[in-house]
T-cell receptor, first 113, second 113 residues
Framework: DQQVKQNSPSLSVQEGRISILNCDYT??????FLWYKKYPAEGPTFLIS?????DKNEDGRFTVFLNKSAKHLSLHIVPSQPGDSAVYFC????????????FGQGTRLTINP | ETGVTQSPTHLIKTRGQQVTLRCSSQ?????VSWYQQALGQGPQFIFQ???????GRGNFPPRFSGLQFPNYSSELNVNALELDDSALYLC????????????FGEGSRLTVL
């Protein structure tokens, strides 16, 4: 039962262009969403988050959009840089309970020069 | 401010053995959680500890157990190892609260032969 899905295992984008990573979820109890970035041999690092009371959150080059009716969120990176090449995980949690994070399978983003 | 550190970074065990993985939380963080990341998958929640008590558990059997110590360091113990336990085990810490972001360690890669 995959409650958080990232349907694109990989994405290749040219440097300077926009990268769009997508994530879908099925559990309507989720009300807090996060994106993590992971380089090889390192743990995931927090990138950006959004609460369900918002539909957009921006931090520098990174913007997360949330469409609650579609149970869909996306991460936009503009402009994309070579250092953005990594695996990106979408995660969701319900504020009630143990606040565990449910992760998607990840999308490997490659930024080409 | 030190980050989350885990040991050992790599280890190899045989089926049926027991393993203990260790984690030192980020300074000031009183909540620690453990995740299992199988190859090609996102991290899966094992359990969470707050003030030395387990306060949330994922879909893992009882042979996965943990401890949190007064200094907020933590252990993950796995008994009767199975081949499918081969994975990257991630420790993450945060401050208590509904939206505190998780800070991950680099992980311990366990191989079960």
């Amino acid at each position: 039962d995959q409650q958080v899905k990232q349907n694109s295992p990989s994405l290749s984008v040219q440097e300077g262009r926009i990268s769009i990573l997508n994530c879908d979820y099925t559990n309507s109890m989720f009300d807090y969403f996060l994106w993590y970035k992971k380089y090889p041999a390192e743990g995931p690092t927090f990138l950006i988050s959004i609460s369900s009371i918002k539909d957009k959150n921006e931090d520098g080059r990174f913007t997360v959009f949330l469409n609650k009716s579609a149970k869909h969120l996306s991460l936009h990176i503009v402009p994309s840089q070579p250092g953005d090449s990594a695996v990106y995980f979408c995660a969701a949690s319900a504020l009630q309970g143990a606040q565990k994070l449910v992760f998607g399978q990840g999308t490997r983003l490659t930024i080409n020069p | 401010e030190t980050g989350v550190t885990q040991s050992p970074t790599h280890l190899i065990k045989t089926r049926g053995q027991q393993v203990t993985l260790r984690c030192s939380s980020q300074s000031g963080h009183n909540t620690v959680s453990w995740y299992q990341q199988a190859l090609g998958q996102g991290p899966q929640f094992i359990f969470q500890y707050y003030r030395e008590e387990e306060n949330g558990r994922g879909n893992f059997p009882p042979r996965f157990s943990g401890l949190q110590f007064p200094n907020y360091s933590s252990e993950l113990n796995v008994n009767a190892l199975e081949l499918d336990d081969s994975a990257l085990y991630l420790c993450a810490s945060r401050l208590a609260g509904p939206t505190g972001e998780l800070f991950f360690g680099e992980g311990s890669r366990l191989t079960v032969l």
